[in-house]
């Protein structure tokens, strides 16, 4: 076949009757974007990234729709023209029966799964293209690190309450600290993955549905820990001194925290075209933010200073503290860097590595402390320098319910950036050091 053709004489071939592989292979080398008609109910679709697809075209209810039913290439990965005219033989046996080929294929996939890691895979796919919660990267971390090693294998109608029990005991045990958050959030996972077995009509049955919190992490105690100046003199110095566990990267990143009161998930996410460096602002959008409450975060000079060491840092990445290791899922560093971090320098052990360094902070008289008490620790300082309550509040982005809460993203600004600026005249001397 000439490789001569314009899109178009090919079009006119195939319309004239003139189809051959040869000819869909021409028509793919164009590189158009298009939409051709090959058979009847039969098209070749050529997306903007120049692959090709085979494409039935059928109705139901008077309604269109468009089922790919492959790759165009060589066998066995790719479908050729005869394997392509097969596929559509099968989807119009289905559609003449009465039946939805679409619907037909999606119920054949369902019929599939077998093992509850099969279901899982579905249903966080779903998560994410529903958009079911603002942060999914969390049932999808809660699920590889606690469900999946003790029941991800088994059988998705196999699973028992037995079963359901043994995984939240190995939850709870699973670490020297006790983890009733963890333990808490693996019980509701459970039961929603077990609930959307019943909804694709998998299984009927939901093994976690008798379980109450009690059996899980139970009640859990709202943590009040907050750092003292005094303690905060000690924990940097340490942090500094154990550069090649604790990264520079890190440490700003706990300067961060501790100055602008942000929470960590806003921290690690952020990209440098939410900064206005020239104005000193961070614009934290309603969609980033946890709350969904767009705030004007006042930048101190001292901020600044180390927004442009991290800028150096992040090399041309969009983001303040980029992915440290190549990911599909994300450009930035994950919610559990700063943790394990952290959680390293207590001589915990974290995920299945033991720690690097021994109880260098506890040996130091520091008591545990995660990277959420970081926050609670900017407030308490606030607190002690005489800053307004409402306006600490606002510089923690937290908004009351009712009229009192409905601030502008600017609200008490000025106050805040004498606020802020006072934390980080407080702080730089130790955090500089």
């Given at each position: 076949?000439?490789?001569?053709?314009?899109?178009?004489?090919?079009?006119?071939?195939?319309?004239?009757?003139?189809?051959?592989?040869?000819?869909?292979k021409a028509l793919l080398n164009t590189q158009v974007m298009s939409f051709t008609r090959i058979d009847q109910n039969l098209y070749f679709r050529i997306t903007n990234a120049g692959s090709g697809f085979w494409v039935f075209q059928y109705k139901v209810d008077n309604k269109s729709k468009r089922m790919t039913l492959g790759t165009y290439g060589k066998k066995p990965i790719g479908m050729p023209l005869p394997?392509?005219?097969?596929?559509?033989?099968?989807?119009?046996?289905?559609?003449?029966?009465?039946?939805?080929?679409?619907?037909?294929?999606?119920?054949?996939?369902?019929?599939?799964?077998?093992?509850?890691?099969?279901?899982?895979?579905?249903?966080?796919?779903?998560?994410?293209?529903?958009?079911?919660?603002?942060?999914?990267?969390?049932?999808?971390?809660?699920?590889?690190?606690?469900?999946?090693?003790?029941?991800?294998?088994?059988?998705?109608?196999?699973?028992?309450?037995?079963?359901?029990?043994?995984?939240?005991?190995?939850?709870?045990?699973?670490?020297?600290?006790?983890?009733?958050?963890?333990?808490?959030?693996?019980?509701?996972?459970?039961?929603?993955?077990?609930?959307?077995?019943?909804?694709?009509?998998?299984?009927?049955?939901?093994?976690?549905?008798?379980?109450?919190?009690?059996?899980?992490?139970?009640?859990?105690?709202?943590?009040?820990?907050?750092?003292?100046?005094?303690?905060?003199?000690?924990?940097?110095?340490?942090?500094?001194?154990?550069?090649?566990?604790?990264?520079?990267?890190?440490?700003?990143?706990?300067?961060?925290?501790?100055?602008?009161?942000?929470?960590?998930?806003?921290?690690?996410?952020?990209?440098?075209?939410?900064?206005?460096?020239?104005?000193?602002?961070?614009?934290?959008?309603?969609?980033?933010?946890?709350?969904?409450?767009?705030?004007?975060?006042?930048?101190?000079?001292?901020?600044?200073?180390?927004?442009?060491?991290?800028?150096?840092?992040?090399?041309?990445?969009?983001?303040?503290?980029?992915?440290?290791?190549?990911?599909?899922?994300?450009?930035?560093?994950?919610?559990?860097?700063?943790?394990?971090?952290?959680?390293?320098?207590?001589?915990?052990?974290?995920?299945?590595?033991?720690?690097?360094?021994?109880?260098?902070?506890?040996?130091?008289?520091?008591?545990?402390?995660?990277?959420?008490?970081?926050?609670?620790?900017?407030?308490?300082?606030?607190?002690?320098?005489?800053?307004?309550?409402?306006?600490?509040?606002?510089?923690?982005?937290?908004?009351?319910?009712?009229?009192?809460?409905?601030?502008?993203?600017?609200?008490?600004?000025?106050?805040?950036?004498?606020?802020?600026?006072?934390?980080?005249?407080?702080?730089?001397?130790?955090?500089?050091?």
């Amino acid at each position: 076949m000439s490789t001569n053709l314009t899109h178009a004489e090919i079009v006119n071939k195939l319309k004239a009757g003139k189809i051959s592989d040869g000819l869909i292979k021409a028509l793919l080398n164009t590189q158009v974007m298009s939409f051709t008609r090959i058979d009847q109910n039969l098209y070749f679709r050529i997306t903007n990234a120049g692959s090709g697809f085979w494409v039935f075209q059928y109705k139901v209810d008077n309604k269109s729709k468009r089922m790919t039913l492959g790759t165009y290439g060589k066998k066995p990965i790719g479908m050729p023209l005869p394997q392509a005219r097969a596929a559509m033989a099968e989807a119009k046996a289905l559609l003449n029966a009465g039946n939805d080929p679409i619907a037909e294929r999606t119920r054949a996939q369902v019929i599939q799964f077998k093992t509850v890691d099969d279901l899982a895979e579905s249903w966080l796919q779903e998560l994410e293209k529903n958009k079911k919660y603002k942060h999914p990267e969390i049932p999808t971390r809660i699920y590889k690190q606690e469900i999946r090693p003790i029941i991800g294998k088994l059988a998705i109608k196999s699973v028992t309450g037995l079963d359901i029990q043994r995984l939240l005991d190995a939850v709870k045990v699973r670490k020297k600290t006790p983890r009733h958050t963890i333990a808490n959030d693996t019980l509701y996972y459970l039961k929603k993955l077990f609930k959307y077995a019943a909804k694709i009509s998998v299984s009927n049955n939901n093994p976690a549905s008798a379980f109450e919190y009690s059996d899980a992490g139970g009640r859990e105690t709202p943590r009040d820990r907050a750092l003292s100046f005094d303690e905060l003199k000690i924990v940097f110095p340490i942090m500094k001194a154990n550069r090649i566990h604790f990264s520079r990267e890190n440490y700003l990143a706990v300067a961060l925290l501790l100055t602008l009161g942000v929470r960590k998930g806003e921290l690690i996410a952020l990209r440098w075209d939410e900064l206005d460096l020239d104005k000193n602002i961070w614009c934290l959008t309603a969609e980033r933010a946890k709350n969904n409450k767009a705030i004007d975060i006042p930048l101190p000079t001292q901020v600044l200073e180390w927004l442009y060491e991290l800028k150096m840092l992040a090399g041309n990445s969009n983001y303040v503290f980029p992915s440290r290791r190549a990911s599909k899922r994300r450009e930035y560093i994950s919610d559990d860097t700063l943790n394990h971090a952290l959680t390293n320098l207590f001589g915990k052990k974290t995920g299945k590595l033991s720690s690097s360094t021994g109880n260098i902070l506890g040996d130091a008289g520091i008591e545990y402390f995660t990277v959420h008490d970081l926050r609670r620790t900017m407030r308490t300082l606030m607190s002690k320098n005489g800053v307004r309550s409402e306006v600490a509040e606002k510089c923690l982005n937290h908004v009351k319910k009712g009229v009192e809460g409905v601030y502008n993203r600017d609200a008490f600004f000025e106050e805040r950036v004498a606020a802020h600026q006072q934390m980080a005249d407080q702080l730089a001397p130790i955090i500089n050091k």
